[in-house]
């Protein structure tokens, strides 16, 4: 008994960082379905980003820009609905 109780603790402490590891994954997206360097621009313009550069990153477009606060950021967007993954401080 004590045992299933450890186990379903476990599971339930697992479980929610399971599903943020999988929403913020780059998904596997042919290359023919990838938004465009230029509109990726300017969704991040639209959220208040200012691009500077842009490459594909582990099945991301990953964007270097300045965040709205003048800080370095680098803002992985989802190539092929330009969702904005996360957010990584850009040192």
């Known amino acids: ?19 943020f590891a999988s929403s913020s ?3 596997d997206l042919p290359r023919d ?7 990726i621009t ?5 959220l208040g980003y200012e691009v500077r550069s842009i490459k594909a990153e582990d099945g ?15 803002v992985y967007f989802h190539p092929g609905t330009g969702e904005v993954l996360r957010v990584k401080d850009g040192g």
């Not at 991301?60 to 680098?74: F, H, P, Q, S």
């Open 1 to 19: 008994m004590k045992t299933m109780l450890i186990a379903a603790a476990l599971a339930a402490l697992v479980a929610p960082a399971t599903a």
């Open 25 to 27: 994954s780059c998904p």
């Open 33 to 39: 379905q990838w938004m465009s360097d230029a509109q």
């Open 42 to 46: 300017e969704k991040a313009k639209g």
């Open 60 to 74: 991301c477009l990953e964007a270097y820009a300045i965040d709205a606060k003048g800080k370095r950021v680098e």
